[in-house]
């Protein structure tokens, strides 16, 4: 599977769960249990799959650090996200203003990463600025 298909999926299914996190949201379920069960259920699907794949680990002081770090982040992130989606007249403009994260990661992927930039790419990130832009107008 290519990484293009990968990201369409994982975007369906990220759209699917956000959708029904406003509907629980609305119900009212806390936003903390919403994110508590989902981490549950996650922790028992990725528990399964590291048992049938059985990848290799090798840790160190600082791939836990950073393991930590990304959890943190992952926390902050998905808590205020849903409290975004959850209280947003419509979660799609919740969603499209955090998805500015991309602008974010290609800006900071060309410093730790050196990765490229394209012209015709820089467009498409000065685009999705001004879309969030547009969304916080009212």
């Known amino acids: 599977m290519t990484w293009y298909i990968s990201a369409l999926l994982g975007t369906l ?21 919403i994110l508590l069960s989902i981490s549950i259920f996650c922790t028992v699907l990725y528990g399964t799959q590291v048992i049938i794949t ?25 808590l205020l996200h849903l409290r975004a989606v959850a209280d947003a007249p419509n979660p799609g403009f919740a969603v499209a203003v955090s998805s500015s994260r ?13 990765s490229s930039l394209s012209w015709f790419k820089a467009i498409g990130v000065c685009l999705t600025i001004l879309g969030v832009i547009i969304l916080s107008c009212e």
């Open 54 to 78: 059985k990848p290799t680990f090798h840790a160190n002081l600082k791939i836990l650090f950073l393991l930590l770090l990304a959890a943190v982040f992952s926390y902050l992130g998905n």
């Open 102 to 114: 991309a602008v974010f990661i290609t800006i900071a992927a060309l410093f730790i990463f050196n």
């Open 13 to 33: 299914s990220l759209s699917c769960m956000i959708l029904l996190a406003k509907h629980l949201s609305l119900v009212p379920v806390a936003n903390s249990i």
